[in-house]
């Protein structure tokens, strides 16, 4: 089993910065990725970033490409959301999700933390 606590979330004003952290516990070594999602209210769940937990590659949105930056600590089992140049279509719901090796979904996420940026 594998457990992810997001944390980081909060109030920001339009082109301000925040930093989402996801802790990872358990069963690290049976980890292929770490993704971010976000939902805003009244749309869909939408896929933001990833990272693979050994080689650190990453890919992103394009809403955020330029903007946002994933990263892991694997000292700490930490995946980071860098958020930059925020704008209130980022407002939402940010979950980080884990992937098992031999799963092609995402099996294990948290409960989210919130993310409004003010205009």
């Known amino acids: 089993q594998v457990q992810v606590v997001e944390s980081g979330g909060g109030l920001v004003q339009a082109g301000g910065s925040l930093r989402l952290s996801c802790a990872v516990s358990g069963r690290t070594d049976t980890i292929y990725n770490i993704a971010w999602f976000r939902q805003a209210p009244e749309k869909e769940h939408e896929f933001v970033a990833a990272i693979t937990w050994s080689g650190g590659s990453t890919t992103y949105a394009d809403s955020v490409k330029g903007r946002f930056t994933i990263s892991r600590d694997n000292v700490k089992n930490t995946v980071y959301l860098q958020m930059n140049t925020l704008n209130s279509e980022d407002t939402a719901v940010y979950s980080c999700?884990?992937?098992?090796?031999?799963?092609?979904?995402?099996?294990?996420w948290g409960q989210g933390t919130q993310v409004t940026v003010s205009s």
């Open positions: 999700a884990a992937k098992h090796r031999f799963s092609a979904n995402y099996g294990y």
